[in-house]
């Protein structure tokens, strides 16, 4: 689990500090039947706290011997590629960063973490001494209980005080994949004739771009730790605006057009395209808007921008001889392949043929968006600013910003781009699109209201209208965020925290949609809906439900757990409410 501490934005949210999961979502093309998975990466720092070490002779399958590796091997190999690249004073992806005192883990839940080149390996991590090496780094490996037990986390995390690149084991990635294909509404019968050998296997490419990719955030974090994104603002974004999203469209044609320039005229015609729709789109954004989509460049775009810059400088370079083991490996002599499809990936976000963990009207297709934009505009300012890596490490350039004095288009250059961009013959086309999306993400979202509500199963309402103003905390994803409006935010996708300052906390066990309501200040979700009120009031067990307090209230929930210092609880026939009370109160 991911958590990272932020400010709260400037409106009537009650959140001061929140708390967020950052997950890897499933992609597919809407429009077609092949699914696949796309790395989600952030600069979300945590402080993992290792588990005690067990002692004794330890269980079989539970802490394997210290020369067999259940972590596929492979990672360590490709690892070593990147780090030859940069761990390095003469870095040529990114002058400047050098990580050889970065720390790796590659982890597969459950079952084994592999820490490489950690100044002080936590407790229970042995010394590695099998036939596997990375160079100028230590091995040290742990069977579980892993440091994280969620799938797919592709990060960086705080280990022992020290800022730690974080890969998972292909086949926890996998898992995520094939679970978002089993919750996929298609039939069955769809998704096995579309699924091919090509959706199940793992990119030798991929992975060394995660590699690069993860790495880049622990130098980011290191040389600007103030700058990102503040997922709250994600709260007040019109994430179904037709203009912000026709707009989003054209920029990503207008991006994909300058990066397969040939000659620097169509380069600039795409730029300056590129910068007249952004100008355009941005000038009827709320400003929280803005500052968001600026962060989420900086802290997203530039990472995803590394994975282009590492199939620029690899190109030409022999490759290690482990690698010749990587199944679908072909080398580094021509990576144009891997270039044109972030490329690709790149107009699909834009346009929103891209389907992110099967929600196209929450935030998850914005989030991606960001991801590529800012990989472009990274790339455009190559072309554009030699300066421009040290300067955007500054607390104030934005990448649009840096590119606008680059470019220097005069107003009439942006008003003919602008021009241009909306006489395309899909424009109308675009527009329609985008109107039906944000007519269905308002049915959707009342839809989701309903379910949450008044749908089967009983339902969890934590309500804290009695503690004044609590000083909330959240764990949620924020791939998973869809506004209902100003007062009300539906959270899902993964398992949703919340803490009620010193006087409680909800944690749910299973994902379930979860309202907050910062209204009539409550929080709600349904439990599993197989669970019957007979099995909650067994859970209760002597917990008094007829609306007298209750001191140091523990429950463990089919699905939530819940703590509260004080509290009323009463179970109906569908819900059971807890009402939070400060602790000392009558």
Known sequence: MTREIGDRPADNLEVSSFLHVHRRPVMRTRGTQRPWVLLAMGLSLVTVSAAPAETGTAAPGRNA???????????????????????????????GWDAASTPLLFYLPGVQDVLINHPSPPEGFLPYDGPVAFPGGRIYIRGEPTLIEWDGQNTSYDIEGTTTLVVADPLSNLRV????????????????????????????????????????????????????????????????S???????????????????????????????????????????????????EDGGEFTEGLAKYVEYRLFQVLEGRPSGPAMAWAQGFEGYADLTRQRESLIDQLVAHMSGAALVNNDPYGTAPLRMRLYYSGMAAGVLLDRLSPTWKERILQPEPSLTSLAEEALQPTPAELEQALAAARADTGYAALVGAKSRLAEAGRARIAAMLAAIEDGPGIALVVDYSQLGSPRLGMAFTPFGITAVDDQRTIFGQAPVAVAFGEDGQVQQTAPSPLLRDTGRQQVRFRLPSNVTRTEVAATLGATPVGGELVADLAVELPGASLTAALARVTLGERELVVVLHEAGSD
């Open 65 to 95: 011997p210290a020369n067999a590796l259940r972590v596929d091997p492979l990672l360590i190999a490709e690892a070593a590629e990147v780090w030859a690249l940069i761990a390095s004073p003469d870095n040529p992806v990114w002058p």
């Open 242 to 292: 037709v203009q912000n999203n026709v707009g989003f469209a054209l920029e990503g044609t207008a991006l994909a057009e300058a990066l397969r320039a040939r000659d620097d005229a169509a380069f600039r015609r795409g730029a300056v395209r590129w910068l007249a729709v952004r100008q355009d789109r941005r000038a009827s954004l709320p400003p929280a808007a803005v500052e968001y």
């Open 177 to 240: 994949q094939v679970s978002s294909l089993l919750l996929d509404e298609r039939a069955a019968d769809e998704k096995i004739q579309g699924l091919e050998f090509a959706d199940l296997a793992t990119d030798p490419y991929d992975q060394l771009a995660t590699v690069a990719h993860e790495a880049f955030h622990v130098y980011q974090s290191e040389r600007a730790p103030d700058k990102g994104a503040n997922e709250m603002l994600l709260l007040q974004y019109p994430v179904l």
